[in-house]
Every structure is written in structure tokens, then in C-alpha cells.
């Protein structure tokens, strides 16, 4: 089983929806949980990070955590063009231990 | 707040010659940074970690002796790719953290390296 898993995508939806991205974790000792986006050709951009279960909202964004399922997710609101990228999930066990990446979840959003 | 930035950003090279990368955290003491390696269309790779005065850890796969990496200060870390050849052609991608409460990491907009 892979440490963090994602849909690789392309998940389409049409601009002003909500966009759905999700993530799972396989170890129970992650403690931090991190959304960035990155567009082609670019590096990684942080969105947001979580790190208690429920939802934490910023902007038209909102990151959704349950350590019991082992899910974390990312909502979109009102979905723009400019908002087609990659989607990465990244887990942290806690102090300085490296983030572990998934490989991405491609958004297109369409005019 | 938390800017990474990386020199050169795209740099060209033939085969048999060294490169060196320079990341540099703007406004922040970097207590650790990492050195990242993504093959197009492809996820990040974590390549190593590093702190400052000490030696970096190497993820397992990575040649250490070819992927020199110097952490001299808590803003600056380097890495040089020794005798460069076309497999090495990749996009390179520091981040660090120091910043956030939680070790978020804030990565430089990358290096990339073509190999002729």
C-alpha cells in the first residue's frame, strides 16, 4: 500500500463548481497533513495544512481532515480557470520528519 | 513572508561537467532544507535533507557522492551534480522549513537541468 494515495485525474468540472479532491494516508502516526498546488513547469505552492480533525477553511478553500478514516480532503469553491494544476497531498509524522507526497491529483477547470 | 528562492533557474550543460545549485531562504532561518528531483509528469522525489554544519541524509537510490550537498548557513544550501550526464536532466527543487509552526515547507522555484 502506498504511503499517501490520490486519483491521478484530470478531474473536470466546469468553472464556479466545487472542486473535490481527495487523499488517503496508510500511516496512523501522521500529524500534519499539507495541500499545494503546483502548475506545470513550476514548483509546489502551499495552499493550506491541517492537523486536527474537522475542517479548516480559508477563502475559497477548505481542507477536511479524519484521522479515524485516514482521509484528508481539499474543496474548491467557486472553481476558477485559473485554478487547473496539480494537487498535492504531503503527510508530516510530527518535529522535523520529512513530508511524504502523493503523486497528485490533476484539476481542470473549464470556462 | 517564507520566500525560498533557487539560482540558476534553468541552466544547460554538456556531459562531464558539474553544476551547482544555490537555495537560499529570503527572509527565514532554514532549521532544515530538502533537495527534490521531478521528472516530467512525474511526483516529487525526495533526493535529501539537510541541516545546517551537519551532513545531509540521502534517501535510499541516491548517490550521495554524485549529489554533493553543502548546508553552510541556515540560509543557504547547495547542491552540485558532479559529472553530469543526460539521465541527470531533471527539474531540481529545494524547499525548507523554519517558518511555520507545523514544518511547513516552502520550496524555491526550482532549477532546470538539461544535460547535452
Given amino acids: 500500500q502506498k504511503e499517501v494515495e ?35 513547469g513550476k514548483s509546489p505552492e502551499l495552499i493550506m495544512f491541517i492537523y486536527s480533525n474537522g475542517d479548516k477553511e480559508d477563502g475559497r478553500f477548505t481542507a477536511q481532515l479524519n ?20 494537487y498535492l497531498c504531503a503527510v508530516n509524522k510530527g518535529g522535523y520528519s520529512t513530508l511524504t507526497f502523493g503523486k497528485g491529483t490533476m484539476l481542470l477547470v473549464s470556462p | 513572508g517564507a520566500v525560498v528562492s533557487q539560482h540558476p533557474s534553468w541552466v544547460i550543460c554538456k556531459s562531464g561537467t558539474s553544476v551547482k545549485i544555490e537555495c537560499r531562504s529570503l527572509d527565514f532561518q532554514a532549521t532544515t532544507m530538502f533537495w527534490y528531483r521531478q521528472f516530467p509528469k512525474q511526483s516529487l522525489m525526495l533526493m535529501a535533507t539537510s541541516n545546517e554544519g551537519s551532513k545531509a ?6 548517490e550521495k557522492d554524485k549529489f554533493l550537498i553543502n548546508h553552510a548557513s541556515l540560509t543557504l544550501s ?3 551534480v558532479t559529472s553530469a550526464h543526460p539521465e541527470d536532466s531533471s527539474f531540481y527543487i529545494c524547499s525548507a522549513t523554519g ?15 538539461t544535460v547535452l
Avoid: H, M
Avoid at chain 1, 6 to 13: A, F, H, Y
Avoid at chain 1, 81 to 86: C, I, N, Q, R
Fill in chain 1, 6 to 40: 490520490q486519483n491521478s485525474g484530470p478531474l473536470s468540472v466546469p468553472e464556479g463548481a466545487i472542486a473535490s479532491l481527495n487523499c488517503t494516508y496508510s500511516d496512523r502516526g501522521s500529524q500534519s497533513f499539507f495541500w499545494y498546488r503546483q502548475y506545470s
Fill in chain 1, 67 to 86: 484521522k479515524a478514516s485516514q482521509y484528508v480532503s481539499l474543496l474548491i469553491r467557486d472553481s476558477q480557470p485559473s485554478d487547473s494544476a496539480t
Fill in chain 2, 57 to 62: 541524509t540521502y534517501e535510499q537510490g541516491v
Fill in chain 2, 78 to 80: 547547495t547542491l552540485t
Fill in chain 2, 99 to 113: 517558518q511555520g509552526s507545523y514544518n511547513e515547507q516552502f520550496f524555491g522555484p526550482g532549477t532546470r537541468l
